[in-house]
């Protein structure tokens, strides 16, 4: 039966689902609009995956340089950096992965932030970066934003929320309904034809690649401006809303006041504000006052520097360490781990003139929310079960650039010469009340994407009514088995 017999008779029916051609329609328009973006993505999320590596390999040369017993006080390297930048505003130090490396302290001053590289027995300094300019930092604005800004958050949502749909559709498109075996359904079918073939090789990256796909693009979205905003008022107005938010929101830190309002602050690439209140050990309360990976006022005391070093080696945190000091005197400096895996992630609160641990933040004194959000990220960014997770996140991003580009050259190969090839729809009675049901979902949960969905219905609504941009079409790229 051709898929016009199959609208006509399902037409016969009342109220019912899509039909094949309505469907095809609709993940032909997300593909048109997402296909770009999935393949940029895809490839600048790829790298981001293997940062760790990367950043090691960078930061190769200022390893290995003298044994621990050989260093000098962590308060006299900051006060070299500090001769270099007398007007520094703020500042914090990284500690190299292996001891023997080199420090790295980060100033701000009222040009730039800098990272400042400096030998730990020499006391030279080695090298100073752009802190804005590094690889790893480019690379992730360019994912997350397309080094656009505000707006270019919104198209990265936009390109997730319609990948979604071009992949719910794409599975619909797929489902073997008369297939004899699995051949053309879970692997190619050979010896067919150039066609069969793509159209083989486009529809099994897709089933294979599917749900690994979709959890990449929903473990993306808080850090994304308009669904990130959109979840914490939604968490706000619930009450699932923790004191401080582990990741940042269209590129930039969100912490929750104390009076209960929004701060937002500049973002830095180690951390996302950790501002509030920990798990104070032995039951005594303390105040933070640093904020890792932002810095804070230089502090005229830098012997907290040295408690803090003493600290963070004796409770082994993961890599990368901050050491930060405290906003304003009197309160205490912090030594967090930063780590991207966030399950390991631990912050202290210390008093600097003693020594004493006031707070001790894990990630189980986490919100159950937060601490969801956290995994989910922490496997997106390939870091939450090691080299395994790395291999996934690449294999997930190579199926969607493949999915992509076949599903470009078909589109290609079978358009009208002259034509853009939109499927013509196809007439047919209302739907059935599940499919408005789902729309409405899934515009309440990615409302920027129930815009985008309103916008184009009526845009197409308007072609067909003037009868233009529109052509009669081809076959889809999947047929009835």
């Given at each position: 039966m051709s898929v016009e017999d199959k609208g006509a008779e399902m037409g016969r029916l009342g109220r019912q689902w899509p039909t094949y051609r309505t469907v095809w329609r609709w993940h032909f328009f997300a593909g048109a609009f997402c296909v770009p973006f999935v393949i940029f993505l895809s490839i600048t999320g790829a790298i981001y995956l293997f940062k760790p590596?990367?950043?090691g390999a960078i930061d190769r040369p200022f390893e290995g340089l003298a044994n621990i017993s050989e260093h000098r006080l962590l308060s006299e390297q900051v006060?070299?950096?500090?001769?270099?930048?007398?007007?520094?505003?703020?500042?914090?130090?990284?500690?190299?992965?292996?001891?023997?490396?080199?420090?790295?302290?980060?100033v701000k001053d009222d040009v730039k932030q800098w990272r400042?590289?400096?030998?730990?027995?020499?006391?030279?300094?080695?090298?100073?970066?752009?802190?804005?300019?590094?690889?790893?930092?480019?690379?992730?604005?360019?994912?997350?934003?397309?080094?656009?800004?505000?707006?270019?958050?919104?198209?990265?949502?936009l390109a997730a929320s319609w990948t979604i749909i071009m992949i719910l559709t794409g599975?619909?498109?797929?489902?073997?309904?008369?297939?004899?075996?699995?051949?053309g359904v879970l692997y190619p079918r050979w010896g067919k034809g150039a066609r069969v073939w793509w159209r083989d090789v486009h529809?099994?990256?897709?089933?294979?690649?599917?749900?690994?796909?979709?959890?990449?693009i929903l473990t993306g979205l808080p850090w994304a401006k308009f669904w990130g905003s959109y979840f914490r008022t939604v968490r706000e107005a619930t009450g699932l809303a923790s004191v401080s938010q582990e990741w940042t929101i269209g590129g930039r830190e969100v912490a929750k006041a104390?009076?209960?309002?929004?701060?937002?602050?500049?973002?830095?690439?180690?951390?996302?504000?950790?501002?509030?209140?920990?798990?104070?050990?032995?039951?005594?309360?303390?105040?933070?006052?640093?904020?890792?990976?932002t810095g804070a006022p230089v502090p005229k005391d830098l012997s907290g520097f040295d408690q803090a070093i003493l600290i963070a080696r004796r409770e082994k945190l993961a890599y990368p360490v901050l050491l930060t000091p405290p906003k304003s005197p009197g309160l205490d400096w912090t030594v967090a781990s930063e780590a991207q895996n966030r399950v390991l992630r631990r912050s202290i609160g210390f008093d600097?003139?003693?020594?004493?641990?006031?707070?001790?933040?894990?990630?189980?004194?986490?919100?159950?929310?937060?601490?969801?959000?956290?995994?989910?990220?922490?496997?997106?960014?390939?870091?939450?079960f090691g080299g395994f997770n790395q291999l996934l996140g690449l294999l997930t991003t190579l199926g969607l650039i493949g999915l992509s580009s076949s599903g470009v050259w078909m589109w290609w190969i079978r358009r009208e010469a002259g034509e853009f090839g939109i499927p013509e729809p196809l007439q047919q009675t209302p739907l059935v009340w599940a499919v408005w049901l789902l729309v409405a979902f899934l515009g309440i949960a990615m409302p920027l994407f129930g815009i985008?969905?309103?916008?184009?219905?009526?845009?197409?609504?308007?072609?067909?009514?003037?009868?233009?941009?529109?052509?009669?079409?081809?076959?889809?790229?999947?047929?009835?088995?």
């Open positions: 590596q990367i950043e006060q070299v950096v500090l001769d270099r930048y007398p007007k520094a505003k703020s500042l914090h130090v990284e500690l190299p992965k292996e001891e023997q490396g080199a420090t790295r302290v980060i400042v590289f400096v030998h730990p027995k020499s006391l030279e300094v080695l090298a100073v970066r752009d802190e804005e300019a590094g690889l790893m930092r480019q690379i992730k604005q360019l994912h997350g934003q397309l080094k656009a800004g505000v707006w270019g958050s919104y198209l990265v949502e599975v619909v498109l797929w489902w073997p309904r008369n297939a004899k075996g699995i051949a529809s099994v990256i897709g089933v294979w690649v599917s749900l690994f796909a979709i959890f990449l104390e009076a209960g309002h929004a701060d937002h602050a500049e973002h830095s690439e180690h951390s996302e504000d950790r501002k509030g209140t920990g798990r104070a050990a032995g039951g005594s309360g303390g105040k933070r006052g640093g904020r890792p990976g600097a003139p003693t020594g004493e641990i006031r707070i001790r933040e894990e990630f189980a004194d986490k919100h159950w929310l937060d601490r969801v959000v956290s995994v989910g990220i922490a496997a997106h960014e390939g870091q939450l985008s969905v309103a916008i184009v219905a009526l845009l197409d609504w308007v072609l067909r009514r003037k009868g233009k941009g529109l052509d009669s079409g081809r076959e889809g790229s999947m047929v009835n088995r």
